[in-house]
């Protein structure tokens, strides 16, 4: 199965993060992303590449952040096809403290693993307890989760930063390692009037966005090549919605153009936070 990891997917040290920054208003929402093939190396075998993500972020810092999503693809080589359907659901606590995860992997419909867990952060690592598909505990380096990462991002994006480092855990793959990533975040800047997403969310016409791009390293692999897993790039607005994606994975990349997206009714709930 294809690694996948969207802007949501970042992270770096948790410790004093609560207090470093104010948290940003992630709007909740549903956008839906149709994905084309946009090179391939002859070593990839991969011909053609078609599929759909959709991606649903809610929640609020009282509450904990739901995020769920599915990405399909139907992958041609000189003789065969398939297809490829993963689907995902993650919950974050509101303090960026606690992560559970379900990840369930499809080969032309068949099941071909289910990863279900949960993680911990603790004062000096990170501890993370699997259920399935076999019971497990492991203790890896101390990271962050997505929402508490995209976070950040907004924040050092908003104060002109444009180079860092951090690390991520997000559950994917097997759920035991930790990634390290480089961020890049190039200047804000307003979309054209010919913006070929707009027309699926003119409500984003008149928001700036940051162009971001994203090398993800495996931590525990040291094969002397330094070289990044795989590589992400997107539009990133304030608000923490992404768009125009491309996701490059060394022998082939894929691209992902926002085609509907529409705002989630946010919870209601009271939000106490202590004081």
């Given at each position: 199965?294809?690694?996948?990891?969207?802007?949501?997917?970042?992270?770096?040290?948790?410790?004093?993060?609560?207090?470093?920054?104010?948290?940003?208003?992630?709007?909740?929402?549903?956008?839906?992303?149709?994905?084309?093939?946009?090179?391939?190396?002859?070593?990839?075998?991969?011909?053609g590449?078609?599929?759909?993500?959709?991606?649903e972020?809610?929640?609020?810092?009282?509450?904990?952040?739901?995020?769920?999503?599915?990405?399909?693809?139907?992958?041609?080589?000189?003789?065969?096809?398939?297809?490829?359907?993963?689907?995902?659901?993650?919950?974050?606590?509101?303090?960026?403290?606690?992560?559970?995860?379900?990840t369930?992997?499809?080969?032309?419909?068949?099941?071909d693993?289910?990863?279900?867990?949960?993680?911990?952060?603790?004062?000096d690592k990170?501890?993370?307890?699997?259920?399935?598909?076999?019971?497990?505990?492991?203790?890896?380096?101390?990271?962050?989760?997505?929402?508490?990462?995209?976070?950040?991002?907004?924040?050092?994006?908003?104060?002109?930063?444009?180079?860092?480092?951090?690390?991520?855990?997000?559950?994917?793959?097997?759920?035991?390692?930790?990634m390290?990533?480089?961020?890049?975040?190039?200047?804000?800047?307003?979309?054209?009037?010919?913006?070929?997403?707009?027309?699926?969310?003119?409500?984003?016409?008149?928001?700036?966005?940051?162009?971001?791009?994203?090398?993800?390293?495996?931590?525990?692999?040291?094969?002397?090549?330094?070289?990044?897993?795989?590589?992400?790039?997107f539009?990133?607005?304030?608000?923490?919605?992404?768009?125009?994606?491309?996701?490059?994975?060394?022998?082939?990349?894929?691209?992902?153009?926002?085609?509907?997206?529409?705002?989630l009714?946010?919870?209601?709930?009271?939000?106490?936070k202590?004081?």
């Open positions: 199965m294809f690694k996948l990891r969207l802007v949501t997917t970042l992270l770096a040290s948790v410790a004093g993060l609560g207090s470093a920054f104010a948290a940003p208003l992630l709007v909740p929402h549903r956008a839906v992303y149709d994905l084309v093939l946009d090179q391939a190396t002859d070593r990839s075998g991969i011909t590449l078609q599929g759909r993500m959709v991606y972020f809610n929640g609020n810092e009282c509450e904990g952040y739901t995020v769920t999503f599915r990405f399909v693809t139907q992958i041609a080589t000189n003789d065969s096809s398939r297809v490829t359907d993963q689907q995902t659901t993650t919950f974050e606590g509101g303090d960026g403290n606690s992560f559970r995860f379900v369930k992997s499809f080969v032309d419909q068949a099941l693993k289910e990863i279900r867990g949960e993680a911990k952060v603790e004062p990170l501890d993370v307890e699997i259920q399935q598909p076999s019971a497990q505990s492991l203790s890896l380096a101390k990271s962050q989760f997505p929402t508490r990462h995209l976070m950040e991002m907004i924040d050092k994006a908003e104060k002109g930063e444009t180079f860092y480092e951090t690390s991520l855990f997000d559950g994917s793959d097997d759920a035991d390692k930790v390290t990533t480089t961020v890049v975040v190039g200047k804000k800047t307003a979309a054209p009037s010919d913006d070929p997403e707009l027309p699926a969310a003119p409500g984003l016409a008149k928001d700036q966005y940051w162009p971001v791009e994203i090398a993800y390293f495996d931590t525990g692999k040291n094969d002397g090549e330094g070289l990044p897993e795989y590589r992400t790039s539009k990133l607005h304030e608000n923490g919605v992404t768009r125009d994606l491309v996701m490059d994975y060394g022998d082939f990349s894929m691209k992902g153009k926002l085609v509907n997206f529409s705002l009714k946010p919870s209601t709930a009271a939000c106490d202590p004081k």
